[in-house]
């Protein structure tokens, strides 16, 4: 969702509300509230039999006695209904003590994650007071927390280096029971906000729901793989969720996004990743090139999902992934200078960068469409390369070193139409073992091209048009790293006859031939027909030394570029127009 919740620490917090609440249920109908260490405010007290200041009092002296001080426990209401078994708290949050968080960290025994959480309501039903008072076990019917706030504060203390025991509270609230059971824990409208201090960033997410199924909390279910967190069933939901690239360059929006631990399924609905600005003001932020994108996915899904790895460890492993009709658009203006590219931007060395270990054993893509446009201020026009229809599968997406060692190719292979006409097939193999070299091999295949179709391209992005010719087939093969690659390639055309072009200056988006060095061109370097009469199919190989300030997709499309001039007969100087 952006950013890492410690879920676990929250959902314990929580439950440690839970038990202060059922704990003073007892103490109510027992009568065991009557001890030195607190003093209840009975001046808003109804009645001399009214108990509800000293329930509210006694919650405060557990919260401060359970956080040593740390926290502190506001309360509007509470409202025990003994007849029912049953308490409800209302308006009611738990806030650090600024004084003790000063002192802690004097003695550097502060934990990281320090957290405020308001509720609107929260209410506990089914307490059975015969095993309360039996038993060392909580046994609860429902758990209903309406409009919880959870904001979490992190900051990074150096001297945390093994870190703190986060679950002192816990512990100390929970010795007096082995076992906690509820049937079933509802959170509605809840709003999670997460400060990291350190890097002066936060970020919300609002209307989140959670239901929870058969919680169980004892001294075997922190590591029982069939739940999450302690639960045989859960469900979350959250609506209309929006967040900001690092840079601010870009709004990511989530329509909604649903877990599912019924399924250990996760789903993302209508995910949009947008500029924003616009294209002039987004240009106007850079001295150099830099491209433009928009991104929409109906329908993202993962399937597998380890939970237990998830929450406990903060590795997302999945075993199937699906994405549907998804769209992608880039949008390049060449009137700026190139930049430098860092040469760490292989699609499986920026995978090796994100922080969370992460595997997908399969990734399915449905129906995706990708347009590529680009201006050329030589030419004064716009180019659009577009393939739809595009089907196919990643396989072994991993950073994780364990899973590498078992397997360290990942592979991408997909068809597609290119320019909504030819079918188009391409692989990607990466070599995760050696992401740091960025070794990669590729392979291309396309077919039945004719200038109808090529000249919108090669007009205004490569600075030629084909006056005339067909090409029947076209294949590649090529290898290679961060600092170079290597290819075979083999263009079956017939007919061939290429015009070179350049901008009308007097009328805007129209070009003129350069006929006499067309003429030349074709008549002396370009090799009309492949393969020649009587001859055998040429098929190539074509070598390049990479360049700073290309990307790797640019790196494979003027690797193939070369390739394709050095089939036609035409110098590999001539790619250099090409972007």
Request: charged share 25%; with cysteine.
């Given at each position: 969702?952006?950013?890492?919740?410690?879920v676990k620490k929250i959902y314990t917090i929580l439950i440690i509300v839970v038990a202060i609440?059922?704990?003073?249920?007892?103490?109510?109908?027992?009568?065991?509230?009557?001890?030195?260490?607190?003093?209840?405010?009975?001046?808003?007290?109804?009645?001399?039999?009214?108990?509800?200041?000293?329930?509210?009092?006694?919650?405060?002296?557990?919260?401060?006695?359970?956080?040593?001080?740390?926290?502190?426990?506001?309360?509007?209401?509470?409202?025990?209904?003994?007849?029912?078994?049953?308490?409800?708290?209302?308006?009611?949050?738990?806030?650090?003590?600024?004084?003790?968080?000063?002192?802690?960290?004097?003695?550097?025994?502060?934990?990281?994650?320090?957290?405020?959480?308001?509720?609107?309501?929260?209410?506990?039903?089914?307490?059975?007071?015969?095993?309360?008072?039996?038993?060392?076990?909580?046994?609860?019917?429902?758990?209903?927390?309406?409009?919880?706030?959870?904001?979490?504060?992190?900051?990074?203390?150096?001297?945390?280096?093994?870190?703190?025991?986060?679950?002192?509270?816990?512990?100390?609230?929970?010795?007096?029971?082995?076992?906690?059971?509820?049937?079933?824990?509802?959170?509605?409208?809840?709003?999670?906000?997460?400060?990291?201090?350190?890097?002066?960033?936060?970020?919300?997410?609002?209307?989140?729901?959670?239901?929870?199924?058969?919680?169980?909390?004892?001294?075997?279910?922190?590591?029982?793989?069939?739940?999450?967190?302690?639960?045989?069933?859960?469900?979350?939901?959250?609506?209309?969720?929006?967040?900001?690239?690092?840079?601010?360059?870009?709004?990511?929006?989530?329509?909604?996004?649903?877990?599912?631990?019924?399924?250990?399924?996760?789903?993302?609905?209508?995910?949009?990743?947008?500029?924003?600005?616009?294209?002039?003001?987004?240009?106007?932020?850079?001295?150099?090139?830099?491209?433009?994108?928009?991104?929409?996915?109906?329908?993202?899904?993962?399937?597998?999902?380890?939970?237990?790895?998830?929450?406990?460890?903060?590795?997302?492993?999945?075993?199937?992934?699906?994405?549907?009709?998804?769209?992608?658009?880039?949008?390049?203006?060449?009137?700026?200078?190139?930049?430098?590219?860092?040469?760490?931007?292989?699609?499986?060395?920026?995978?090796?960068?994100?922080?969370?270990?992460?595997?997908?054993?399969?990734?399915?893509?449905?129906?995706?469409?990708?347009?590529?446009?680009?201006?050329?201020?030589?030419?004064?026009?716009t180019g659009n390369i577009i393939v739809d229809k595009m089907n196919g599968q990643m396989t072994?997406?991993?950073?994780?070193?364990?899973?590498?060692?078992?397997?360290?190719?990942?592979?991408?292979?997909?068809?597609?139409?290119?320019?909504?006409?030819?079918?188009?097939?391409?692989?990607?193999?990466?070599?995760?073992?050696?992401?740091?070299?960025?070794?990669?091999?590729?392979?291309?295949?396309?077919?039945?091209?004719?200038?109808?179709?090529?000249?919108?391209?090669?007009?205004?992005?490569?600075?030629?048009?084909?006056?005339?010719?067909?090409?029947?087939?076209?294949?590649?093969?090529?290898?290679?790293?961060?600092?170079?690659?290597?290819?075979?390639?083999?263009?079956?055309?017939?007919?061939?006859?290429?015009?070179?072009?350049?901008?009308?200056?007097?009328?805007?988006?129209?070009?003129d031939k350069k006929s006499t060095l067309s003429f030349l061109a074709n008549t002396v370097l370009?090799?009309?027909?492949?393969?020649?009469?009587?001859?055998?199919?040429?098929?190539?190989?074509?070598?390049?030394?990479?360049?700073?300030?290309?990307?790797?997709?640019?790196?494979?499309?003027?690797?193939?570029?070369?390739?394709?001039?050095?089939?036609?007969?035409?110098?590999?100087?001539?790619?250099?127009?090409?972007?």
């Amino acid at each position: 969702m952006g950013f890492k919740y410690p879920v676990k620490k929250i959902y314990t917090i929580l439950i440690i509300v839970v038990a202060i609440i059922a704990g003073l249920y007892v103490a109510v109908r027992y009568g065991f509230l009557r001890t030195k260490d607190y003093k209840p405010d009975n001046s808003n007290a109804k009645s001399a039999l009214d108990l509800r200041p000293a329930i509210i009092a006694k919650m405060q002296q557990l919260v401060k006695d359970g956080s040593s001080g740390l926290y502190r426990l506001s309360v509007e209401q509470v409202e025990p209904h003994l007849a029912s078994s049953s308490v409800q708290i209302i308006h009611a949050s738990i806030i650090p003590d600024f004084a003790k968080i000063k002192k802690l960290d004097g003695l550097q025994q502060l934990p990281e994650d320090i957290f405020k959480i308001s509720f609107a309501t929260l209410q506990v039903e089914g307490i059975n007071m015969d095993d309360l008072l039996s038993t060392d076990e909580l046994l609860l019917s429902k758990v209903s927390i309406s409009k919880p706030v959870i904001e979490v504060y992190h900051q990074k203390r150096n001297y945390n280096k093994s870190g703190l025991d986060t679950l002192t509270l816990y512990q100390k609230l929970f010795k007096s029971f082995k076992i906690i059971a509820v049937d079933k824990i509802e959170i509605t409208d809840g709003t999670f906000i997460s400060h990291d201090i350190t890097k002066g960033k936060r970020n919300q997410v609002d209307h989140v729901a959670l239901t929870m199924n058969d919680v169980l909390i004892d001294s075997s279910t922190q590591h029982d793989k069939t739940r999450k967190l302690f639960a045989k069933k859960l469900d979350l939901t959250v609506k209309n969720y929006t967040a900001r690239s690092p840079d601010n360059l870009y709004s990511i929006q989530f329509g909604s996004i649903n877990i599912s631990g019924v399924e250990d399924k996760f789903t993302a609905l209508n995910v949009e990743i947008h500029p924003t600005l616009d294209k002039q003001q987004f240009q106007k932020q850079f001295t150099t090139r830099m491209e433009i994108f928009n991104i929409s996915m109906p329908l993202i899904s993962l399937k597998g999902i380890d939970w237990w790895l998830l929450f406990n460890e903060g590795a997302l492993t999945a075993n199937e992934a699906l994405m549907e009709n998804s769209r992608c658009s880039v949008y390049l203006n060449r009137t700026l200078p190139f930049r430098k590219v860092k040469q760490n931007n292989f699609p499986h060395q920026m995978l090796m960068e994100i922080p969370v270990p992460i595997t997908i054993s399969k990734l399915n893509m449905r129906n995706a469409q990708l347009t590529y446009t680009e201006f050329n201020p030589a030419m004064g026009k716009t180019g659009n390369i577009i393939v739809d229809k595009m089907n196919g599968q990643m396989t072994n997406i991993t950073n994780m070193p364990e899973r590498i060692r078992q397997n360290k190719t990942m592979t991408i292979n997909s068809h597609g139409m290119f320019m909504r006409r030819i079918p188009l097939t391409v692989g990607f193999q990466f070599n995760l073992a050696k992401y740091k070299t960025g070794d990669f091999s590729m392979n291309l295949q396309i077919k039945n091209i004719d200038s109808s179709i090529l000249n919108p391209i090669t007009v205004p992005l490569a600075e030629f048009m084909i006056k005339k010719g067909t090409i029947q087939k076209g294949t590649a093969n090529v290898t290679g790293n961060n600092f170079k690659t290597h290819g075979k390639g083999e263009l079956l055309y017939k007919d061939l006859y290429l015009v070179a072009v350049k901008k009308n200056a007097d009328k805007p988006g129209n070009v003129d031939k350069k006929s006499t060095l067309s003429f030349l061109a074709n008549t002396v370097l370009i090799k009309n027909n492949n393969p020649s009469k009587d001859e055998a199919p040429r098929r190539v190989d074509f070598d390049f030394t990479r360049e700073p300030k290309l990307t790797f997709f640019s790196l494979v499309w003027k690797t193939i570029f070369i390739g394709i001039l050095k089939t036609i007969g035409l110098p590999e100087s001539f790619a250099d127009k090409s972007y």
